[in-house]
């Protein structure tokens, strides 16, 4: 035990021993390294950086808008002749050019009545020349030749009058069961109409009768058209009888004066009639071309509410075509821009879901003044889509120009510090960094104007410059092209 105590007593006096033995000479080394510094400054660290030449340039800022893509061309087809649809060529999403066909409408009763203008036409052409005749031979001369021809056009046209009158008690008959058709129909939505409200029948059945009454109303008022075109054959063919018995009045007396005058007469009165016919003949032939519905521009079927062997009135529109080969995109701008924005103006759009890159989009139309409500002005801007990747409803951001410099110095906006609220960059001269103050301009985020303490030429600092201060040593890693 004692020798335990006695060894470690015998240890710690070695250890102090030999720190005693080691202070002096680390005090030794202290004192050299002193010695060292003061005849040896340490050498200055340079601070590694980027440069760049200043050069002039353009900037510009600009605002953006968003607005939705339209059609510049959107236009609803309806047809001219109510009736029955007869057959359709195209559906939703097809691609027609200006003039293709769609749709048919029925056409049997507008090719009568075609049919029924050329018969009383023939009538007309005939008591035309039989009043021509009767002029020509009003001096007397061949006068029973005359009585025979005024006498056969009598004949003809008392035959036209025969036909024009059964016609128009067909079209009387027809009217009248018309009426009777329309009347029972009426009543019988009437009655549906009643249970419907009661709950007595389902809406199915009352869509049925009010179907059936609506076509009942469009049969009731083709037929009164009908008895319209067949009571005004009937005067027609009766003034071309009275006509041909003027004439032949006129070729049976006695008095030549009398006779040329009236037969001159018969002659204006005949030629009026077959005149007053050619432009009925040629309305009616207008309407059998309007049975052929055509679109009137080239572009997309961009909806489709008819099928074959239904019917349809004048007011309804069933097909609309789509033009996107220009696309119009509206925006509401503040008064902030208005006055820079004219029309003919070139602006960027950017529609992300048509494309990466932007667009070249034109101003259309400019708003002459802002919306009460809103305080906005309206703009409009056309943009070419002959590729047909902008689609109507896109999303999309117009970006107009809010104010632009020329010719003027323009860095790295990174390359431009702000110390104790002053603007200033730093240039690389002689290896040294120099701090110099500048005034600024046109900030876009990404590059920067300045307006005074810089000009093009000099070596500016564009990567480091947050770590030297003025006077600092640097080294230039990299000197680059125009700032």
Do not use: W
Request: proline share 3%; aromatic share 4%; with cysteine.
């Amino acid at each position: 035990m004692r020798f335990s105590i006695v060894k470690k007593l015998h240890m710690k006096s070695i250890i102090g021993i030999t720190l005693v033995a080691v202070l002096p000479l680390s005090a030794c080394a202290g004192s050299a390294a002193a010695s060292a510094s003061v005849s040896e400054p340490a050498p200055e660290r340079s601070i590694a950086v980027n440069t760049a030449i200043v050069s002039t340039g353009s900037i510009s800022s600009e605002l953006s808008y968003a607005g939705q893509v339209r059609a510049a061309e959107h236009i609803a087809i309806m047809s001219r002749v109510p009736g029955m649809v007869d057959q359709v060529m195209v559906d939703v999403g097809d691609f027609v050019e200006a003039g293709d066909i769609l749709f048919t409408m029925d056409a049997v009763d507008l090719r009568n009545n075609i049919d029924s203008l050329r018969a009383q036409l023939a009538t007309a052409e005939a008591a035309v020349n039989a009043a021509r005749t009767g002029v020509n031979q009003a001096d007397g001369s061949a006068m029973q030749q005359q009585r025979l021809q005024a006498s056969g056009s009598v004949t003809q046209t008392e035959t036209g009058l025969i036909q024009a009158e059964t016609n128009m008690e067909q079209a009387a008959l027809s009217l009248s069961q018309a009426q009777n058709a329309y009347n029972i129909a009426r009543q019988n939505h009437n009655d549906t109409s009643s249970l419907f409200a009661a709950g007595v029948v389902p809406r199915s059945q009352l869509d049925q009768v009010e179907m059936a009454l609506t076509n009942s109303e469009i049969a009731l008022q083709q037929a009164l058209n009908n008895h319209q075109i067949a009571a005004s054959a009937f005067q027609q063919a009766e003034n071309s009888h009275q006509q041909a018995v003027q004439s032949y009045q006129i070729v049976s007396g006695n008095m030549v004066a009398e006779n040329r005058q009236r037969a001159q007469d018969g002659l204006a009165q005949a030629t009026a009639q077959r005149n007053s016919l050619q432009v009925n003949l040629r309305a009616a032939e207008e309407r059998l071309d309007d049975a052929a519905v055509r679109s009137p521009i080239s572009g997309v079927i961009g909806s489709r509410s008819v099928e074959p062997q239904t019917m349809l009135g004048q007011g309804a529109a069933p097909f609309t075509v789509v033009s996107t080969d220009m696309v119009l995109i509206g925006v509401e701008v503040t008064e902030t821009i208005i006055n820079r924005i004219q029309v003919g103006q070139e602006v960027n759009v950017h529609i992300g879901a048509a494309s990466i890159a932007p667009f070249l989009g034109e101003v259309s139309t400019v708003s002459p003044a802002a919306n009460e409500m809103t305080s906005t002005f309206s703009i409009e801007i056309a943009v070419d889509n002959s590729e047909g990747t902008i689609r109507p409803g896109m999303f999309a951001e117009v970006f107009f120009t809010r104010e632009r410099s020329d010719y003027v110095v323009v860095v790295p906006r990174a390359a431009v510090l702000v110390e104790n609220g002053q603007p200033v960059v730093y240039l690389a001269k002689e290896e040294r960094a120099v701090r110099r103050e500048v005034s600024t301009g046109i900030d876009t985020g990404t590059h920067i104007e300045i307006i005074a303490g810089l000009s093009a030429g000099e070596q500016l600092i564009v990567t480091g410059q947050a770590f030297v201060t003025d006077g600092v040593s640097i080294l230039v890693v990299e000197s680059g092209g125009n700032a």
